[in-house]
């Protein structure tokens, strides 16, 4: 069973630009969310998709959005990149049909803004 | 909103010590619980998880109990191994079951 993926690993961007970070769910897994970790804090609550919707936002501005394919993988887009968005960006997915709602993670993108 | 708060770090214990990281969090309704643990450079592994008040999860000799009355989760384990040094998160979801709140991390470090 293959856990989740994202790529890249590292990414570095000037401010100002986009970026895109991309996230493969773990088989089985219909829902994905997005949490960003600044250096020293515990993640934060970005967004969650199930069946290619958006299923519950947290407080971003919109320049922060995404997508989820059919085959359930997706991408977080962020524009007009600041300096505070130096993250690691964490991907996480749900199986389907359990109750407890755990999520799995993967091993994060590691973005510099400068 | 909901919120989760843990004891700061660092916690530093001698191997085969006793641990006990403090998790209290404020939600409405009843979410389900979650320590999640952090090794250097990886994202979070799910170490385990209660969904109903006093259930009591495990994992790996790790243990915690979700305490309804104190609003409580506790992460206990009662002989630290040094493989063990990591970042401990502890977390809850929220009634939809479609957001973690995390607390801001407990760092142990276990010194042979």
């Known amino acids: 069973e293959t856990g989740v993926t994202q790529s890249p690993t590292h990414l570095i961007k000037t401010r100002g630009q986009q970026v895109t970070l991309r996230c493969s769910s773990q088989?089985?897994?219909?829902?994905v969310s997005w949490y960003q970790q600044a250096l020293g804090q515990g993640p934060q609550f970005i967004f969650q998709?199930?069946?290619?919707?958006?299923?519950g936002r947290g407080n971003f501005p919109p320049r922060f959005s995404g997508l989820q394919f059919p085959n359930y993988s997706s991408e977080l887009n962020v524009n007009a990149l600041e300096l505070d968005d130096s993250a690691l960006y964490l991907c996480?997915?749900?199986?389907?049909?359990?109750?407890?709602?755990?999520?799995?993670f993967g091993p994060g993108t590691r973005l510099t803004v400068t | 909103g909901d919120s989760v708060t843990q004891m700061e770090g660092p916690v530093t214990l001698s191997e085969e010590a006793c641990l006990t990281i403090?998790?209290?969090?404020?939600?409405?309704?009843?979410?389900?619980l979650f320590w999640y643990v952090q090794y250097p450079g990886e994202g979070l592994q799910l170490l385990l998880k209660?969904?109903?008040?006093?259930d009591k999860g495990s994992n790996k000799g790790f243990e915690a109990t979700y305490r309804k009355e104190t609003t409580s989760f506790h992460l206990e384990k009662g002989s630290v191994q040094v493989s063990d040094s990591a970042v401990y998160f502890c977390?809850?979801?929220?009634?939809?079951?479609?957001?973690?709140?995390f607390g801001g991390g407990t760092r142990l470090m276990v010194k042979p």
């Open positions: 996480a997915s749900s199986p389907t049909g359990t109750g407890s709602h755990e999520q799995y």
């Open positions: 088989s089985g897994h219909n829902t």
């Open positions: 998709y199930y069946r290619e919707e958006e299923n």
């Open positions: 403090n998790c209290t969090y404020t939600a409405t309704g009843y979410p389900s």
């Open positions: 209660a969904t109903k008040a006093d």
């Open positions: 977390a809850a979801n929220n009634n939809a079951g479609n957001m973690l709140t």
